[in-house]
């Protein structure tokens, strides 16, 4: 593997670190106060549509998007360093039209979606005009093990009926959502992993209705949210189907392979931005006659963050690099071993930072408290690290049989 990034990618860093220190960190602040002014938090403050607007202009999107068609073409490895860049912010993401979960859905639909699918949905997503969430996951029912999962979709002449409840569908909270792509059983008697199906239904049909939002740690993450969503007779049409019956675990395999990796990728740029805040907090603060940053212990977390940075990154390249040059199926180990290492090595070096900024670590005018907090979600958001070492333990025990 090279380790140099191509010229094309140092080209897009440096445009998105310039864009970044322009227009993304100055309007941190402005996002989260027109949140808060806001008559109602499940609003979108307008400086993300103006930020996404100039993004636009820049040429700085949907660059997570390997198909040229529809976006720009990159590889998983090409796409990694970007995306870590796009991790220093919370609303960074979003402001390129890279954020959690549209791309994911994005991709089922370049995939998997029809033409009519695709004009339908896939174009106002890549346009930045609507956003989507994914229903997978159920309050009922042990969702790690997704062969669980008892929402029923049900062929009923030219439609489908579902019936279920599903909760954590990140996103729901948005007015701009306009479309979920839910997973259910749609095929009892087939084989364990052919009896689910994806399917789109749009949020304003009769019969979705949104029970409330969950908070994490405290944080609404409004607008996006994280939803409760009960599925009572709901009727899509029968073309509304991805790919066809029973496909739901193969597209899931696409889907979770990618765009779950870039949850590391962002983590990532979390720890970077959180080691860099760290280092000047610890220059400026003097404590007993000398500044913070002359203490052993702190030069020590200093070098402990750095060397774990450093690690996470490398696996990271080398999961997205298998990505590209082997498959999602062959790189399954990589992307498995990635994503226990990420938030574990993002946890632990927001930590420090967070103690070496004292009681300024806690609260929220830094981003360190959020991103801990989103950090230690991702230990489960993304499968929990206990099911990806397992898939990685039951691999390794193969390779010595
Ligand atoms: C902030 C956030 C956002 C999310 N966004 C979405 C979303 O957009 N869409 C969606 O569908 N879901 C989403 N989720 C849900 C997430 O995918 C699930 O929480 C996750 O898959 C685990 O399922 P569960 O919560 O039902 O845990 P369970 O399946 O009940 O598992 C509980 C625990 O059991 C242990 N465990 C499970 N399997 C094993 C094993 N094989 N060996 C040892 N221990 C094991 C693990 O410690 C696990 O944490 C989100 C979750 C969070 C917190």
Redesign the pocket.
Known sequence: MNFDYSDKVKELQKRLTEFMEQVVYPNEATYQQQLNEAPNRWTTPPIMEEMKAKARAAGLWNLFLPDSEYGAGLTNLEYAPLCEIMGRSFIAPEVFNCS??DTGNMEVLVRYGTEEQKKKWLVPLLNGEIRS??????PH??????T?METRIERDGDEYVINGR??????AGDPRCKIAIV?GRSNPSAPRHEQHSMILVPLDTPGVKILRH?P?FGYD?APHG?AEIEFDNVRVPASNIIWGEGKGFAIAQGRLGPGRIHHCMRLIGAAERALELMCKRVKERVTFGKPLAEQGVIQEWIADSRIEIEQARLLTLKAAYMMDKVGNKVARKEIAMIKVVAPNMALRVLDRAIQAFGAAGVSEDFPLAAQWA?AR???????????H??AIAKLELKAHS
């Open positions: 959690a979960p969430c994914f229903s997978m996951t159920e029912v042990a969702s790690s093990d997704a669980n599903k909760w954590w569908s990140s996103g997973m969950l994490v993450h994280h989103n979600t991702l230990r489960l958001a993304d499968g929990p690290d206990e099911v070492r397992a």
